[in-house]
């Protein structure tokens, strides 16, 4: 799955797309708008990413206040160090959210974690949409 953005290309590879799904089966089916949150992790060529792997992140948020969020940094970096072990080459390129639509914390989120890690591609993943349909599942925002 491939995404343009205004500078920038992201291609996500079928794979992460499974790990994503598996993650929101796992931890939020059944839950009403509950979403999860998770780390992508791939290589940087020029004005393009390519997600590679990507892990779940513990993650959790208030519905009614857009301000009230919990992202794992601690977590998140301890997984980031041991990729990093097994493949040196592979960095942090980006975060994913199992969404339908853009949240208002969505850029609290993006740039608390832009902060932190440096710049990063967002991928929303919309886990609910019907195969059938004409709907896009996968965006990247920059």
Known sequence: MSAVGADVHVTVRPTVLLQVADHYDRQA????????????LGERRG????????????????QSDANVWFFDSLYSDTMADMHRKIHAKTLMVG?????????PQDS????????RYGPLAYVAVNVSIDMDADQESVRAYR
Request: charged letters at 30%; a negative charge.
């Open 95 to 103: 975060w994913y959210s199992t969404a339908d639509r853009s949240l």
């Open 108 to 115: 609290k989120i993006h740039s608390f974690l832009e902060d």
């Open 29 to 40: 089916r059944g839950a009403k708008h509950k979403r999860v949150v998770g780390m992508l």
């Open 47 to 62: 004005d393009s990413i390519i997600v590679n792997d990507c892990f779940a992140v513990p993650f959790d948020e208030n």
